[in-house]
């Protein structure tokens, strides 16, 4: 067989309000993807920060120094491994803002080269974070790819962005985890995973926390709809998978985009225009 063209890890691991074990947790599982010869690793929703209103009440008293020694570890490991690395956290603003919730994207050189924050905030994000406005895409290894977080699923407008773009790869970060049990998040958001993907003929890389009660484990999504890999619920793992996929043989319905309207807004809540927001390659 050809070496693959892209090889992707996505991983889980139960994310938690301790940003010292999280960093611990990120760099053995970046260790485990470039000794397995993956291109990029793809970390969950805040995987590093912790989940502001989820794993602690908010921000106020958070150490942000501490954010950034381990951001600034993390980046240096990725240059070491030579790892893409896209890393779910949080991104000070100052302190009459709060912050955003994000995704770096680190290249293989150890660079943050953009950041994407989260755009659609449900209620209980909009009490901790601002939001952000702007779509991050990406070539790595030929291959065009996308970033968004968790809510973001809900909103066809969203993926109909990047399907305009020529997005292949959808990164899509979640957390749907610490639930006192089951609830319509079981359901619906694989759901979502496998309608978005299919609707725009793309793969969706869906990855979560595995903290108890973890509404549905890590999944990536074929265009067709298909799932092609699922981990184990609960348990911190690697999913792998390599590009072009020649088993990927399903039907592809959907060839007729949705327009995209000039009027669209691609976010909720009011953005951030402080320097820190806009400056897409700082630290937090």
């Known amino acids: 067989m ?13 994310v938690t309000a301790d940003v010292r074990a999280n960093a611990r947790c990120i760099r053995r599982q970046m260790r485990a993807a470039a000794q397995n010869k993956a291109h990029i690793l793809h970390t969950s929703e805040a995987a590093l920060s912790g989940y502001g209103g989820v ?24 240059r070491d491994l030579k790892l893409w690395t896209i890393l779910g956290s949080a991104h000070y603003l100052n302190p009459r803002q709060k912050p955003t919730n994000c995704l770096y994207l680190i290249d293989s050189r150890g660079r943050i080269l953009d950041r994407y924050d989260k755009s659609m905030l449900t209620g209980g994000d909009l009490k901790c974070y601002t939001p952000g406005d702007h779509p991050v895409t990406f070539t790595l290894q030929g291959i065009t790819c996308g970033l968004m977080i968790c809510y973001d699923s809900c909103f066809p407008e969203m993926y109909n962005r990047y399907r305009h773009a020529g997005v292949t790869i959808t990164f899509h970060s979640y957390y749907n985890a610490r639930h006192r049990g089951p609830d319509i998040l079981d359901e619906i958001i694989p759901a979502q995973a496998q309608t978005r993907a299919a609707d725009n003929t793309m793969w969706v890389v869906a990855n979560n926390s595995c903290a108890r009660h973890s509404c549905w484990p890590s999944m990536i999504v074929r265009p067709d709809g298909s799932v092609a890999q699922r981990a184990k619920r609960h348990v ?5 998978h390599d590009f072009p996929d020649p088993k990927l043989k399903g039907w592809l319905h959907n060839h007729k985009m949705m327009v995209l ?18 400056n897409r390659q700082a630290l937090p």
Not at 2 to 14: G, M, S, V, Y
Not at 58 to 72: I, K, S, Y
Not at 236 to 240: C, R, S
């Open 2 to 14: 050809p070496a693959p063209k892209l090889r992707i890890a996505t991983c889980q691991f139960p």
């Open 55 to 78: 794993d602690f009440p908010g921000f106020a008293g958070f150490d942000w120094g501490r954010l950034r020694e381990e951001t600034t570890a993390i980046c240096d490991l990725a």
């Open 236 to 240: 911190p793992g690697i999913l792998y």
């Open 261 to 278: 309207p000039r009027s669209e807004v691609y976010h909720n809540g009011r953005p951030s225009r402080h320097p820190r927001a806009l």
